[in-house]
C-alpha cells in the first residue's frame, strides 16, 4: 500500500514545484520519498546521479527549462537526498522495484526520462521489463560502474568489506566523514564534476555537503561508492540493456568527462537504434549545463 501527500510549494524561479512525499514499501521497511512537480503537459521524470550529495536539487535547473513545455517530476531516490535513509541492504533489486513502483502510481503512462549517471541502468532495466510504460530515454553522461570498481580495474571483494566497514557505527562515521569533508567534494568537483572550477565556491560546496548531513546518510553512498548499486559487471551485461528496445533512446556524452567514463558513453553510441549527442561538461554536466542538456531533451522528445 501506497500513498502520496503534498507537503509544500516551493516559489523558486517561473515554475514553482510541488513538493510531495511518497511512502513507498520494501521488504518491512516504509520509505517516504520526497519528489516535486513542475508545469503542464506530457510528464516527463528527471531522475539525479547517484553520489554521495545525490539530490533532486541537481535537476532543479534542467526541470525549469523544461517546465514551459512539460510536467517535469524530479525526485530524491531512496536513501539519498530528502528522502528516508533507512539501515538497509541498498542494492539494485530495491531501486529496479522502486522505479517500477514509483512510475506505475505517480505517472501517466507512457513517460519521458531523462536519466543522469548510474539511474541509466535503472531506466534501460525498466525499458526492457516494461517497455510500454516509457515514451522516449534520455541518458545524460550515463555510467553504469561505481567509482571503486572503477578505480581497480578488477573486480574484487574487498569492495564489499570496504561497504561494511563505512556501514559500521564508530569506523564508518570516521570514514564517511572523510570522503564528505568539504575540501574532498571540492576536489572531486572541480577534478570530475565540473569542467568550470570558478563555479565551484564555498557556498555551493557548503550546500553539497549538508545533503551529506542526514540522519542515515551514509548507507546509500556506501553501497553506490564501493559499486554495490551497479546494475552490470562488465560492460556487455550493460549494452546488453539496449538490444531490441521499443523505447528511443538518445545518449547524451559529456564533452569533458574522465577518459574511462567518456569511453563508455562513446560505447552505447555504436549500438544499433541509439542517438547521441555530445555536450560540454563532464559527469555533473545534467546541473552544470543544463541548457545545453535541456535543448537535446527539447529535440529528442
Do not use: C
Not at 257 to 271: G, R, V
Amino acid at each position: 500500500m501506497t500513498q502520496t501527500t503534498d507537503l509544500t510549494k516551493s516559489n523558486s524561479g517561473n515554475y514553482p514545484a510541488a513538493v510531495q512525499e511518497y511512502l513507498w514499501n520494501w521488504k518491512e521497511t516504509q520509505i517516504k520519498v520526497i519528489y516535486e512537480t513542475r508545469g503542464q503537459g506530457n510528464p516527463v521524470l528527471l531522475l539525479p546521479a547517484f553520489s554521495t550529495v545525490s539530490t533532486r536539487e541537481e535537476m532543479r535547473p534542467l526541470a525549469e527549462l523544461l517546465a514551459p513545455q512539460f510536467q517535469v517530476v524530479s525526485l530524491d531516490w531512496p536513501g539519498f537526498g530528502e528522502s528516508d535513509r533507512p539501515r538497509t541492504d541498498y542494492q539494485p533489486q530495491l531501486y529496479h522495484q522502486f522505479l517500477k513502483d514509483f512510475v506505475e502510481a505517480i505517472l501517466n503512462s507512457p513517460v519521458a526520462v531523462v536519466a543522469a549517471g548510474h539511474a541509466a541502468g535503472y531506466v534501460m532495466q525498466l525499458a526492457q521489463s516494461q517497455p510500454n510504460v516509457l515514451s522516449k530515454i534520455v541518458l545524460a553522461a550515463p555510467t553504469w560502474r561505481g567509482p571503486l570498481p572503477t578505480m581497480s580495474k578488477q573486480q574484487s571483494g574487498w569492495h564489499g568489506i570496504v561497504r561494511e566497514l563505512v556501514r559500521s557505527p564508530l569506523l564508518g562515521q570516521f570514514l564517511y566523514k572523510l570522503n564528505t569533508a568539504p575540501s574532498f567534494l571540492s576536489l572531486m568537483y572541480r577534478r570530475h564534476v565540473y569542467v568550470d572550477a570558478a563555479k565551484v565556491t564555498p557556498d555551493f560546496i557548503q550546500n553539497k555537503w549538508k545533503i551529506t548531513q542526514k540522519p542515515g546518510a551514509r548507507y546509500g553512498p556506501a553501497a553506490f561508492v564501493t559499486g554495490g548499486l551497479d546494475t552490470a559487471k562488465v560492460r556487455s551485461e550493460f549494452t546488453d540493456k539496449f538490444q531490441q528496445l521499443a523505447v528511443p533512446v538518445m545518449v547524451v556524452i559529456a564533452e569533458n568527462a574522465p577518459p574511462k567514463s567518456k569511453a563508455e558513453m562513446e560505447a552505447l553510441t555504436e549500438l544499433p537504434g541509439v542517438e547521441s549527442r555530445v555536450i560540454p561538461g563532464s559527469l555533473g554536466m545534467h546541473e552544470e549545463n543544463a541548457e545545453a542538456l535541456a535543448n537535446a531533451v527539447k529535440s529528442f522528445i
